[in-house]
């Protein structure tokens, strides 16, 4: 395949319709990747002179498929220099995304170059046309399964094993499809019916298609809420009740959602208002209650103790790797140990608001042991006065099984031959404890 160069136009390079969208997502990529910040938050501010929703929904599809590639695509790129780019050239940056629209996105060849070159003007707009051009005359591809950063790789590989490393990839190939909680139980068989649905528990429904959230059915008489299955567990460890249950770092709310829809008295505190603003709108959506408190954990406590207690814990969020990939590059060694820190802090206060025969639940989306294995066992080191409440098979999805000691850890390829081609769960570990004494 021959790529020639643009023909040239009296229109400006900066406006010809596609450049905002690839200049939005090469400073999207490019906060993601030099400055560390999370993709959802990039996108914001790197979008704002972009006002059409599916422009911006470009913008997110661009950068984020690069970043589940990117370790192929500067494989490719690097066959085709003599010296390698610098990680944060613009080059090396331009050239992943005209090679991600092209090779995973399906945008023609012509297209993919020449809304990216604007990008290099006055610098090595040569280069980036030249590499580009040797790759797709080469019929360059990429492989069907992403190749994980290497330091993550080996990370997981030597806590989890290389066939979890292996299903780690096959997950990054596609975005997952869309997990939903239902309000009502109940409604699960008829909602699956009309909604085209796969249920993989009571009150679950996994979607392979689907529409725009807000126009999807039931969601705007509160229904449901999105909620990825794994996501679900820990509250439903907590089971149906009508005592007092303190939600912390709540938002954005799923949780305390599931709680109030199973009957329980709701505190959800959390310390970031915005987050909770999302909670107070699905809880008015729902029609359900809660008591919402904006507050620190670090420096916040009940008037008395709960019937139980659940902290999900803020973390380093690798767990979530296949619908935000910006995990696998930006999130450091030096941070999942500041993580397990701030842990272990919340995990001692909370653990003194549980009342005697209560429960307390400990989460974290996280696939690293030190977040998950290695905080639970320290705090039983610490608190004889707990002990594990062990997970029962008919608590959870057909096909996955708690560990022998009776915490629950989920990993990439469970579940991921069930409901569709997108199927798997989110990474998490969960553990539920009862106050003994």
């Known amino acids: 395949m021959q790529v020639r160069p643009p023909k040239s136009s009296a229109q400006p390079a900066e406006s010809a319709p596609g450049v905002p969208v690839r200049r939005a997502a090469l400073r999207v990529l490019d906060a993601v990747i030099r400055r560390g910040t999370p993709l959802e938050q990039a996108l914001g501010p790197a979008s704002r002179e972009i006002s059409r929703g599916d422009d911006r929904a470009l913008v ?50 012509h297209a993919a170059i020449s809304t ?59 975005p997952p499809a869309l997990d939903i909680t239902l309000a009502d139980p109940a409604q699960t068989d008829d909602l699956a019916a009309r909604m085209n649905g796969v249920s993989l528990m009571p009150g679950h429904l996994r979607l392979a298609e689907h529409a725009a959230i807000p126009d999807m059915e039931g969601f ?79 420096k916040w406590a009940p008037q008395a103790p709960a019937d139980a207690v659940l902290l999900d814990a803020p973390c380093s969020a690798t767990g979530i790797f296949r619908r ?54 320290a705090f039983l080191a610490a608190r004889p006065d707990f002990a594990i409440d062990s997970v029962l098979p008919d608590e959870l ?10 915490w629950l850890r989920t990993l990439p390829g469970m579940l991921a031959a069930r409901g569709s081609d997108r199927g798997g769960c989110d990474g998490f570990f969960i553990v539920r404890m009862m106050r003994t004494g």
């Open 60 to 109: 997110h599809a661009i950068a984020a498929e690069t970043l589940r590639r990117m370790g192929d695509l500067d494989a490719l790129i690097d066959s085709a220099t003599q010296r390698a780019l610098p990680d944060d050239a613009k080059a090396r940056m331009a050239l992943r995304i005209a090679l991600v629209q092209a090779l995973a996105l399906g945008t023609p060849a």
């Open 116 to 174: 990216v070159l604007p990008l290099v003007d006055g610098g090595p707009r040569k280069l980036v046309h030249g590499v580009f051009g040797t790759l797709m005359r080469g019929n360059a591809v990429l492989p069907e399964h992403p190749s994980l950063p290497v330091p993550v790789a080996l990370r997981w590989q030597a806590a989890w094993g290389d066939a979890m490393v292996a299903a780690a990839a096959r997950a990054l190939a596609v």
């Open 220 to 298: 705007g008489e509160g229904s449901w809420w999105v909620q990825d299955l794994a996501a679900s567990l820990p509250a439903r460890l907590i089971g149906r009740g009508e005592g007092h249950v303190i939600d912390l770092c709540a938002a954005p709310g799923g949780k305390t959602l599931q709680l109030a829809a199973s009957g329980w008295k709701v505190t959800a505190v959390d310390n970031n208002e915005s987050r909770l603003a999302r909670l107070r709108d699905n809880l008015q959506r729902t029609q359900l209650q809660a008591n919402i408190i904006t507050a620190d954990v670090l």
């Open 324 to 377: 935000h990939p910006d995990v696998l590059h930006r999130v450091l060694p030096s941070q999942i140990a500041e993580m397990a820190t701030l842990q272990a802090q919340l995990l001692a206060r909370a653990a003194d608001w549980v009342r005697p025969g209560g429960l307390l639940i400990y989460a974290v989306c996280s696939l690293e042991p030190a977040e998950g294995e290695g905080q639970l066992e």
């Open 397 to 406: 999805p057909e096909g996955m099984l708690a560990h022998p000691h009776g």
